[in-house]
């Protein structure tokens, strides 16, 4: 059901009827499903089709499931502010650095231990 959002909005809802009974919203990369428990959704589905489709990226499909949220909200007269975006942090290069210094330091505290054993065993 890839790229199929309403179809996937009421199959999800179906499958989630006994433990969740609130408006399930599906945002995919090329728009948005709605389901209510079987209740009929035509005015959040106009709401819906008025917004553009979000794109493929994890931060648009995030954003556009909070600009989703906001409007339902507008819709039902609350007032609701989004938090601001933060970009993400880029720790790849840190962590590699830190998982190879972690490995170095067991080694060396390896040679530390078994090198003198083996040389005691070999000489004794």
């Not at 728009?31 to 008025?50: C, F, M």
Request: charged residues 20%.
């Amino acid at each position: 059901m890839w790229r199929q959002p309403q179809p996937y909005a009421r199959f999800l809802g179906q499958e989630l009827y006994y433990v969740y009974r609130g408006r399930l919203l599906i945002v995919m990369p090329n728009g948005y499903g709605i389901y209510h428990r079987g209740k009929p959704v035509a005015a959040e589905r106009r709401l819906l089709d008025s917004l553009a489709p979000p794109g493929p990226s994890g931060a648009r499909l995030a954003t556009a499931a909070g600009v989703a949220v906001q409007r339902f909200a507008r819709q039902a007269g609350l007032r609701l502010a989004l938090p601001a975006a933060q970009a993400p942090a880029n720790h790849t290069n840190r962590d590699r650095l830190e998982i190879l210094a972690i490995v170095l330091c067991i080694s060396a505290i390896g040679a530390l231990i078994f090198v003198p054993r083996r040389r005691r065993r070999a000489s004794g």
